[in-house]
């Protein structure tokens, strides 16, 4: 059993940028891929971003190439998205997900977390 609480959304300005943490806590959590999901009203859930916890095949959508970064720190068990220069698009439930499966695969994931609200406004 894995268990994952995110946390550090919030309402923030066009342009400005959030961290979002996802604390993982469980059995064997280096043999989980770890992803970023979001949802957006009206919108099916899509990756964002996902890591190995060895910081290796990261993964990144097109959409958030170059703003988003995806990191972890092993020693807290702990996941994070720093997200820049946001935009109104991005808002959206984002969801901490890991999977011993494809990450790309919603179908595959084994556990998510609970969500975390981002608000862009314009």
């Known amino acids: 059993q894995v268990q994952l609480v995110e946390s550090g959304g919030g309402l923030v300005q066009a342009g400005g940028s959030l961290r979002l943490s996802c604390a993982a806590s469980g059995r064997a959590l280096s043999s989980y891929y770890m992803g970023w999901f979001r949802q957006s009203p009206g919108k099916e859930r899509e990756l964002v971003a996902a890591t190995t916890w060895s910081g290796g095949s990261l993964i990144y959508a097109d959409s958030v190439k170059g703003r988003f970064t995806i990191s972890r720190d092993n020693a807290k068990n702990t996941v994070y998205l720093q997200m820049n220069v946001l935009k109104p698009e991005d808002t959206g439930v984002y969801y901490c997900?890991?999977?011993?499966?494809?990450?790309?695969?919603?179908?595959?994931?084994?556990?998510w977390g609970q969500g975390t609200q981002v608000t862009v406004s314009s």
């Open positions: 997900a890991a999977t011993r499966g494809s990450v790309r695969d919603t179908n595959r994931i084994d556990y």
